[in-house]
T-cell receptor, first 114, second 108 residues
């Protein structure tokens, strides 16, 4: 089975800190995604990447950046964490571009910014 | 108006009951996904549908493309089915749009 691993399940950071959320997948998937999930809002796309070194903004990229230096790893960076970035962050991957591919999700990282 | 609407938002039922969760959407789609999220956060893909009906164990998913509607059914529900169920549609331009989820609680 494809595995998508997020480095931390729970994280507490201080306002203004630079935060790195790591996501690694082990099945050579081309596409990777970062979402945040908030009560009443569902999942919202932050950034995605269709290939190594490529990145595209999603619906809510402000305050975030990403890095994809290797195919298996997609990092989400909060340049200066703020309390409104307290949320559940979910990484996902899929084999390639196209509606017929299913997604595999990680277990999520619950980030609290204090 | 949200592009993907789920109902109900919350559902509590007794063990053994037949459960139905509904999803309506307003955009053209290539496929529809049903996802399950247990407490703790991880999301598991249950079904991907582009037409008709799929069954896996006690779970059944149906889709009516003309009516832009899908249902997820759980037969003989069990407390371990307690989770958030999320409907997501893959639009024709390869964007995935999520519903807000249905929180299901099955009482023993």
């Amino acid at each position: 089975d494809v595995k998508v691993t997020q480095s931390s399940r729970y994280l507490v950071k201080r306002t203004g800190e630079k935060v790195f959320l790591e996501c690694v997948q082990d099945m050579d998937h081309e596409n990777m995604f970062w979402y945040r999930q908030d009560p009443g809002l569902g999942l919202r796309l932050i950034y995605f990447s269709y290939d190594v070194k490529m990145k595209e903004k999603g619906d809510i990229p402000e305050g975030y950046s990403v890095s994809r230096e290797k195919k298996e790893r997609f990092s989400l960076i909060l340049e200066s964490a703020s309390t409104n970035q307290t949320s559940m962050y979910l990484c996902a991957s899929r084999p390639g571009t196209g509606w017929f591919y299913g997604y595999t999700f990680g277990s999520g990282t619950r980030l609290t910014v204090v | 108006k949200n592009e993907v609407e789920q109902s109900p938002q919350n559902l509590t039922a007794q063990e053994g009951e037949f459960i139905t969760i509904n999803c309506s959407y307003s955009v053209g789609i290539s496929a529809l996904h049903w996802l399950q999220q247990h407490p703790g956060g991880g999301i598991v893909s249950l079904f991907m549908l582009s037409s008709g009906k799929k069954k896996h164990g006690r779970l059944i998913a149906t889709i009516n493309i003309q009516e832009k509607h899908s249902s997820l059914h759980i037969t003989a529900s069990h407390p371990r089915d307690s989770a958030v169920y999320i409907c997501a549609v893959a639009s024709v331009d390869d964007k995935i749009i999520f519903g807000k989820g249905t929180r299901l609680h099955i009482l023993p």
